[in-house]
């Protein structure tokens, strides 16, 4: 089978024939907002957002039906009509059979280039398609070239459906929104502009022109259009067998309106006469604007053949140069598949978790999860504006401990959510802990945490089980004080107050309640007597740090005190017994009646020492609690049970039917210190055994439980094996490979890392573009590709654990845990990151290729500067050591000895 060959460092490729796979898409996006997917014959939709499709929204489902194929036909002088997407009904017929034209996907990030020989009509064509860095539009750019020995002559057409509303309108009024189109043939191309917005609780009158200009090198406005799909496709035709095309129909001239169907963004240029050798150029622009003004002025940035190559040369260099982060190891098509998963952060924060063929489902935007998530890669390549984001997001944070799930559009816009009770996650308070860490590491901007930001409010209150009813609309979405100010506290405080309250929200077993769901939303079924204590263990872990935290800012100024909402006093009361489960939920109860609508505004100062001493109480109660309670034993093998059902039962263990294991409570056993290095050990043994099949990718999320379970989630409900039921889903695999290098478990970290990137590329099975999706089905395919959680975790892991190169309040730690084959030949392992402010190299140089944790650093260089390691191993740069560093980028080199 044809497969994915990379063609430079930075990871573009080329794939033959690639129309032979079927469910591949590619994505092109620009940060203006359009969201556009093409597949390998040129189908795939095009948005803004989820009411502003351009073309028809698809699924994966419909990629292969080529309704919303962006096309291009030639006719030859002898009538033959083909197309150089290879979408005509005529050039399927002869698909896979020698009589089938050659072709080659060339693709890099945000353009996408496709090469195609017509044999029959002696022409190479190539197409690319990119989305300007600035603009809302997708360009396609189309090139056609005699390679006979004879003149040629052409009629060439370009053709786009305009679907041109919401994607609600699918299946809601299809026909009747159509209805809404006024159409118009321009110059350069067919415009349409629906009359309004269609939707029955308000309609709204529509401004936005949706169009298809197409013009030649020097802007040769086409012959004849067809504006209507009707009138190009002609009675009985269809989108591969257009009778406009095939059968020369005359379309009218510009200027022409029609109402009231659906739009073709279709056209006729002149006769095309090729001398041998010779070739044409077409440009198509598709897109969106607010007006026909805003339309005539983009036209005019790209009207030339010559300007859309500048255009596309600024694009490719745009998106080069943001994706700074590269990794020189002992294999070549992993560190370029690496390339890959540093831009996918990007596609994630651009296309959200929806607009993808495998991501039919949501309305856009990003979750809580998503939101934090997202951050620790930009905290790695992007640093600069990360400070603000997380001040804004906590804002987004209740005083229950619960947040704002409803999130608009830019930094910090939260939206009430007036629907009855509203669902609560319990992971959510787990993340901002985890990015805000990160920043101050890499940053060692401490002062962060002394920033004020207001709480998120709105009629949910008492973590989502009840509802304020003395809040309305006219009082904004920020929590006020009893005298009606709006409150602002620290940012330590909303990091405090997220660990305290979920603390107390416990369920019989004294563990953290499941609620709504964890991290796996698909363990939506047990919101009464569910526990989770996968994430148990992770709050555990979470107080701990936090624990640190609040020393290393008492070492800063000894003595020093947190300023907190006096209301929190509550649940710092001293000598509570964490065994009473009936005591802490009534302490939570208190804590949350306070609070229910205002705050008393009073504050109390805390000093920091004791908050460190209170917090390291919890942690220890709680590791002690759940090693005791939680642990299954299996002799040489063991893990931890992950959750309680709605029956209150734990879903973990030796079951008459066979073993139940799930992967998410030894994440983070490991991840949050509660496992023992022994019982890390352990938990290795036993995903090895029950969960490792490296054939899809390493370890799945669970063991195949043979029972739907209405008592845990509809992830039950989902054959075994897809998403949230037992595939390898890269997030959570990644994380455990996260949660080892943590606990100095390198080998083990890195096979589950490298499993992973080895299923993505063996492309005999994956049948994806390179990257990691988020998951593996159980054919190995990978699906749901390219938004996905997992690539930030998996650039993290490498650079921070595996190359071990992180900050540590602002200085530059280097720590390596690299195992001994991904370093060279010449035993060399090489990142380039940035980290403060200056771009640097980090070389490794292991002569004797030692194995991760046998070797320690000897001589490190940062730059001119000989630098001693400590007796551990490791060596810490002070940040201004680096900061001295060339501006252009600087070279860190370490032996391993
Ligand atoms: C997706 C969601 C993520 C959720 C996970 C498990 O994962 O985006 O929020 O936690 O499913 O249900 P992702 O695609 O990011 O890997």
Same mark, same amino acid.
């Given at each position: 089978m044809q497969h994915p060959h990379f063609i430079d460092a930075d990871g573009s490729f080329t794939l033959d024939r690639p129309e032979e796979i079927s469910q591949l898409y590619f994505p092109l996006a620009s940060e203006a907002g359009l969201k556009s997917c093409v597949s390998p014959d040129l189908g795939g939709d095009a948005k803004l957002d989820q009411e502003t499709f351009l073309l028809e929204p698809v699924s994966v489902e419909n990629l292969h039906n080529n309704r919303s194929t962006r096309n291009f036909w030639l006719v030859g002088a002898d009538g033959t009509a083909l197309s150089l997407t290879g979408a005509s009904a005529a050039q399927q017929a002869v698909k896979f059979t020698p009589a089938q034209d050659d072709s080659r996907l060339t693709a890099g990030?945000?353009? =996408?280039?496709?090469?195609?020989?017509?044999?029959?009509?002696?022409?190479?064509?190539?197409?690319?398609?990119?989305? $300007?860095?600035?603009?809302?539009?997708?360009?396609?750019?189309? *090139?056609?070239? /005699?390679?006979?020995?004879?003149?040629?002559?052409?009629?060439?057409?370009?053709?786009?459906?305009?679907?041109?509303?919401?994607?609600?309108?699918?299946?809601? =009024?299809?026909?009747?929104?159509?209805?809404? =189109?006024?159409?118009?043939?321009?110059?350069?191309?067919?415009?349409?502009? +629906?009359?309004?917005? @269609?939707?029955?609780?308000?309609?709204? +009158?529509?401004?936005?022109?949706?169009?298809?200009?197409?013009?030649?090198?020097?802007?040769?406005?086409?012959?004849?259009?067809?504006?209507?799909?009707?009138?190009?496709?002609?009675?009985?035709?269809? &989108?591969?067998?257009?009778?406009?095309? !095939?059968?020369?129909?005359?379309?009218?001239?510009? %200027?022409?309106?029609?109402?009231?169907?659906?739009?073709?963004?279709? &056209?006729?240029?002149?006769? !095309? *006469?090729?001398? +041998?050798?010779?070739?044409?150029?077409?440009?198509?622009?598709?897109?969106?604007?607010?007006?026909?003004?805003?339309?005539?002025?983009?036209?005019?940035?790209?009207?030339?053949?010559?300007?859309?190559?500048?255009? !596309?040369?600024?694009?490719?260099?745009?998106?080069?140069?943001?994706? /700074?982060?590269?990794?020189?190891?002992?294999?070549?098509?992993?560190?370029? !598949?690496?390339?890959?998963?540093? @831009?996918?952060?990007?596609?994630?924060?651009?296309?959200?978790?929806? &607009?993808?063929? =495998?991501?039919?489902?949501?309305?856009?935007?990003?979750?809580?999860?998503?939101?934090?998530?997202?951050?620790?890669?930009?905290?790695?390549?992007? $640093?600069?504006?990360?400070?603000?984001?997380?001040?804004?997001?906590?804002?987004?944070?209740?005083?229950?401990?619960?947040?704002?799930?409803?999130?608009?559009?830019?930094? %910090?816009?939260?939206?009430?959510?007036?629907?009855?009770?509203?669902?609560?996650?319990?992971?959510?308070a787990l993340w901002p802990q985890m990015t805000t860490q990160l920043y101050l590491d890499q940053t060692g901007d401490l002062a962060l945490l002394d920033r004020k930001a207001p709480y998120f409010k709105d009629p949910q209150a008492m973590r989502g089980n009840g509802i304020d009813e003395a809040w309305a609309p006219e009082q904004g979405s920020w929590q006020r004080t009893e005298a009606g100010e709006v409150y602002r506290g620290t940012l330590l405080e909303h990091l405090l107050l997220q660990q305290l309250t979920a603390f107390y929200d416990v369920g019989e077993h004294n563990l953290y309640r499941l609620r709504g769901a964890d991290w796996n939303d698909a363990l939506d079924m047990a919101a009464d007597r569910g526990e989770s204590v996968a994430f148990t263990c992770a709050y555990a872990g979470n107080l701990r740090t936090l624990a640190a935290l609040l020393r290393q800012l008492d070492g800063r100024s000894p003595g020093g005190k947190a300023e907190l909402m006096e209301e929190l006093t509550v649940l710092l009361r001293p000598g509570q017994d964490y065994d009473d489960r009936a005591g802490k939920r009534a302490l939570l109860g208190q804590y949350l009646e306070r609070c229910r609508h205002t705050l008393s505004g009073r504050t109390v100062r805390v000093p920091l020492t004791d908050l460190a001493d209170d917090l390291e109480k919890r942690a220890d109660w709680l590791t002690g609690h759940l090693r005791r309670q939680e642990w299954i034993d299996g002799g040489e093998e063991g893990w931890f049970n992950s959750y309680y059902d709605n029956d209150g039962q734990p879903v973990e263990g030796f079951f008459p039917a066979g073993v139940r294991m799930m992967l998410t409570g030894q994440v983070f056993a490991v991840m949050g210190g509660v496992a023992d290095e022994e019982q890390v050990r352990r938990i290795v043994r036993s995903a090895d055994h029950y969960l490792y099949r490296p054939e899809i990718g390493g370890y799945r999320l669970n063991t195949d439980f043979g029972e739907l379970k209405f008592n845990l989630g509809r992830m039950f409900g989902f054959a075994y094996g897809e998403k949230e039921n037992g595939a390898v889903f890269s997030h959570m695999t990644v994380m455990y490979a996260n949660a080892l290098y943590r606990r100095g478990f390198a080998r083990e970290g890195w096979k589950a890392l490298k499993t992973l990137a080895d299923a993505a590329l063996h492309f005999e099975t994956s049948r994806i573009y390179p990257g990691i999706p988020e998951y593996f089905s159980t054919d190995g395919r990978g699906v749901y590709h390219y938004l996905t959680g997992a690539a930030s975790w998996f650039m993290l892991t490498m650079i921070t654990q595996a190359f071990g190169v992180r900050g540590e309040a602002g200085d530059l730690l280097l720590a390596p845990q690299l195992t001994a084959e991904q370093f060279d030949e010449t035993g060399t392992a090489e990142l380039r990151l940035t980290f403060a402010g200056r771009p640097l190299t980090v070389r490794y140089h292991n002569a004797a290729r030692k194995e991760a944790g046998s070797y320690r650093l000897g001589e490190v260089r940062c730059g001119d500067t000989a630098v001693t390691p400590g007796a551990d191993g490791t060596v810490k740069l002070p940040r201004a050591l680096v900061e001295q560093l060339p501006a252009e980028g600087g070279l860190i080199t370490a032996e391993l000895v």
């Open positions: 990030f945000m353009w =996408h280039t496709l090469e195609r020989t017509l044999k029959a009509a002696g022409v190479r064509a190539v197409l690319t398609s990119f989305v $300007p860095v600035g603009d809302n539009v997708e360009v396609l750019s189309v *090139t056609v070239e /005699n390679i006979t020995d004879s003149t040629l002559t052409f009629t060439s057409y370009g053709a786009v459906p305009l679907y041109g509303r919401s994607a609600d309108n699918l299946r809601d =009024h299809r026909n009747v929104t159509s209805m809404l =189109h006024r159409i118009r043939t321009t110059v350069h191309g067919v415009r349409v502009c +629906p009359t309004m917005s @269609f939707d029955e609780r308000g309609h709204r +009158p529509n401004q936005k022109v949706y169009y298809l200009l197409g013009y030649g090198a020097d802007g040769q406005a086409p012959a004849a259009f067809y504006p209507t799909v009707e009138e190009f496709i002609g009675e009985g035709g269809s &989108f591969t067998h257009p009778r406009a095309v !095939l059968e020369n129909y005359p379309g009218v001239p510009a %200027g022409a309106c029609r109402a009231g169907r659906e739009a073709m963004g279709a &056209f006729r240029f002149a006769p !095309l *006469t090729l001398a +041998p050798g010779a070739s044409a150029r077409y440009i198509l622009l598709l897109g969106v604007e607010e007006s026909d003004e805003a339309i005539d002025r983009l036209f005019v940035r790209y009207d030339t053949a010559a300007k859309v190559d500048d255009a !596309l040369a600024e694009t490719r260099r745009y998106w080069k140069e943001k994706v /700074n982060v590269a990794f020189a190891t002992g294999d070549a098509d992993g560190d370029r !598949l690496m390339k890959w998963v540093c @831009f996918q952060p990007y596609l994630r924060r651009l296309f959200g978790c929806s &607009f993808l063929p =495998h991501h039919d489902y949501g309305r856009g935007g990003r979750g809580w999860r998503d939101l934090w998530q997202d951050c620790l890669s930009l905290l790695l390549m992007e $640093p600069g504006p990360v400070g603000r984001m997380i001040e804004a997001n906590f804002g987004g944070v209740r005083v229950d401990g619960t947040n704002a799930t409803i999130i608009g559009a830019g930094d %910090g816009n939260f939206i009430a959510d007036r629907n009855g009770i509203a669902r609560v996650w319990m992971d959510h």
